[in-house]
């Protein structure tokens, strides 16, 4: 058995080791160059969308609903732990890197979104299915690499992402927080879980277009008060990150010192865990969407890796480095609690704040792969799948709190990889769809007769 363990732990770091790092970084590279600087021009447009009130369009859900059931499943646990591990391994300079992620994954998930509202298709019920899968059996016209992206994202919201990390984050919250016994809180989530899903995506959208944005805001108020008490230090935070991004990290208190290269392995891989860009799971949320126009879910989709990560992992980030919790032997949520505990000056009001935001945000991601993993299940099996695959769901978040296997996560670390490995094969094999969709847009809708500026060198 612990040879078998150590085989899956030899094939987990290749499948996330710098070829796959490469590959994400890359392809939103390519792609932000071949559309003009897209994220950069665009953003504010975008951001005037997210917020617009536009029905135009088929679809189940409005587009901000969409965007919102994406975000329910990206910002989790990795906002608040993911960004203390990247740190703790790589050092300030972590946070350049995961910044560097950030900005050209908006332009892998633009281009992932644009094609899932193209490709999308419209199911036995009536309503929109539409990713990954679809784009590369109707687009690329490979059934085989669409089945493997649906198997593996189907095992991500089962056995990775979706089920197990996230009920144990819950359920360690309300315990050391709240007093709460594991069994009552299991049961609550198992109730409140069972309800939410079993209404569909426009329960879970509903759910999640309240949720999200309330408890997105309460964090971010909850960072900017720890940065405003040590506002002083801010600059010298922020110079800390740049510099520690292109040289070795001292070692100091709790902190072992980080090499430049750690610094950059660290960053770009908690960047793409906390945001998605490339794994594919945000487009089927987009494919939802009441749109009558693929680049404009595009543009919309996009701003969610800027919230995640621009936003919110940098927030957690300062937090970090402007306390100096870094520093100290603390690793992940316990970390971030006692950067809180000693940026607001009180070690009671710090965790609760923690413990709060890793309850909702893992509930609200336990919600958003549920809805991925229905999506592949009427993909491989149509819609007689739905109704079996939701109990069986409920049933796995059930038993989360009884399940202590780290050959699970190993597993599920594998899955989550082998994801994005076929989604970004169909990312470069359409990239001229893209390219050739976004031109027409800004020349047509925008009145843009010149569109020289969205089609830079090769």
Known sequence: MNNFQSLLQTIDNFVWGPPLLILLVGTGAYFTFRLGLLQFRHLPTALKMVFSKDKSGNGDIS???????????????????????????????????????????????????????????????????????????????????????????????????????????????SEISFGVSREISTTLLTFLVAVVTLGGIKSIAKVAGKVVPTMALFYILACLSVLISNAQHLGSALELVITSAFTSTAASGGFLGAGMMLAIQSGIARGVFSNESGLGSAPMAAAAAKTDSCVKQGLISMTGTFFDTIIICTMTGLALILTGAWQTDLAGAQMTTHAFAVGLNSESIGPLLVSIGLIFFAFTTILGWNYYGERCVVYLFGTKGVLPYKFIFVALVASGAFLHLDMIWIIADIVNGLMAVPNLIGLIALRHIVIAETKRYFAVDLGVSDDSELQPQS
């Open 63 to 173: 587009s901000f609903a969409a965007l919102c059931t994406a975000l329910s499943a990206t910002i989790g646990t990795g906002n608040i732990i993911g960004v203390a591990t990247a740190i703790k391994l790589g050092g300030p300079g972590a946070l350049f890197w995961m910044w560097l992620a950030a900005v050209f994954g908006m332009a892998t998930k633009y281009a992932e979104c644009l094609l899932a509202v193209k490709y999308r298709k419209v199911d036995a019920k009536g309503q929109m299915v539409g990713g990954p899968m679809y784009y590369l059996q109707y687009g690329v016209g490979s059934k085989g690499l669409a089945v493997m992206f649906a198997v593996s994202a189907l095992g991500v919201a089962c056995f990775g992402i979706g089920t197990f990390p996230q009920v144990n984050a819950i359920l360690d919250a």
